[in-house]
């Protein structure tokens, strides 16, 4: 089989890495890929990243299956194009993407099918949010409707950082941040609690959940200062309890797969919950992302022991119509998702990203990589934001590492990651040394 693998980040790297691990698989191409990707030897760099230039690609090279990373190619359509000729492709159509990629979709879509969430109105009108706001008091929770690269949601825990955020996202100027054309924002209760990152694969009608994981948003130690695409993160999560992983599936998954197909706009593909669990217990659910965590994928790929391609073949099973002769590979017949058990190593694993000077707000580039030790079955070092030019690795701005070990404890896998992070040096390095505190607090009580 070959394989594509569409996206650049650390998330796609980790990915293709597990592809690659497949006795199925003759070739993982990665498009467009990054310095680890190009290094690896299991994996080819292809550099194409328009949507019609990659379909026409996978139809010439017969690619088996593709498998998208980031939100942007979802929400531009890349699965429909995919699928509009024939070509087996895992991920969400644009409209299912809309999960993610409107925050005012997604949280209508909440109510309407009883998924619990924070309270919410939107607004196109700045006058009507800032009186929202005003009436409702701080803290409180201003998100912009639209892809924004992490840089949409204010926690705002004083009234002037909410009427800033309205004014900054409902200006013309703004973050750029619209959906359909229209800027709009989500005014929402703030929720306390403890955050987990809850990701199954998804075929449209059924799912199997993938282990559990917290990730660490903020920039620095003891999640101070801003927010981030995610500095680190381990798993499994403590706080998804078994009796929780059961509520997540029944109050949040079940009946988002459900009321996606019942609205006409069945969902397959990664979905992942971003869910708030409270001290009551409660589920209640913050967001939907429409492929994979980044960093969640790292720790996450490091303990899966299943072969990923067959969960994903299993998964677009449906997508073969064999009455028809469209050159897919029909002969092997794959088991349904509800059948399918994944396997998971049962160590813990944790990934700390290493990001650039001035990330998030100005991230620099250019910087050369030093000390990037030979990779093993216990520590991955998965390539984010670099590139390999005449055999030097140079950061390209972002997020540029994500150093993921596995270890017998969580503590033994956060001491290995931190170890391999000793050796590896390029200016202005930015990473939190506190990756896990939180299930090491809770594993002292
Ligand atoms: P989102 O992109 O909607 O997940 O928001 C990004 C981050 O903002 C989340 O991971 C939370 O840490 C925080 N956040 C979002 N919504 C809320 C809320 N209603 N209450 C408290 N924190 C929130
Ligand atoms: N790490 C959070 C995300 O991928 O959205």
Known sequence: MKILVIGSGGREHALAWKLAQSKRVQSVYVAPGNGGTQRDKNLINLPITEIVELRKWAQKEQITLT?????????LGVVDEFRAHQLRIFGPTREAA???????????????????T????????????????????????????????????????????????IDFMLSQEGTGVQHNGQARVVIEEFLEGEEASFIVVSDGLESVALATCQDHKRLKDNDQGPNTGGMGAYSPAPVVTPQMHAKAMREIINPTLK?????????????????????????KCLEFNCRLGDPETQPIMM????????????????????????????????????????DWD???????????FGYPQNPRK?????????????????????????????????????VTALGGTLKMAQHLAYATIEGIQFEGAQYRKDIGFRALQGAKH
């Open 67 to 75: 498998v998208v990373g980031p939100e942007a190619p979802l929400a």
């Open 98 to 116: 809309q999960l993610e990629s409107s925050k005012a979709f997604s949280k209508a879509f909440m109510v309407r099918h009883s998924i619990p």
């Open 118 to 165: 924070a309270r919410y109105e939107s607004f196109t009108d700045p006058r009507l949010a800032h009186e929202y706001v005003k009436t409702h008091g701080a803290p409180i929770v201003v998100k912009a409707d639209g892809l924004a690269a992490g840089k949409g949601v204010v926690v705002a825990t004083t009234l002037k950082e909410a009427h800033d955020a």
């Open 259 to 283: 009321g996606m197909a019942s609205d006409g706009i069945p969902y397959s593909g990664f979905l992942y919950a971003g869910l708030m669990i409270t001290k009551a217990g409660d589920i």
């Open 303 to 342: 303990r899966l022991k299943t072969d990923l391609v067959d969960v994903l073949m299993s998964a677009t099973q449906s997508q073969v119509n064999p009455t028809k002769s469209d050159g897919l590979d029909k002969t092997s017949a794959w088991p349904g998702l509800d059948v399918l058990e994944l």
């Open 346 to 356: 049962r160590r813990p694993s944790l990934g700390v990203v290493m990001a650039a």
């Open 366 to 402: 250019g910087d050369a990589i030093t000390g990037l030790p030979q990779d093993n079955e216990d520590v991955m070092v998965f390539h984010a934001g670099t590139s390999l030019e005449a055999g030097t690795y140079l950061s390209t701005g972002g997020r540029v590492l994500c």
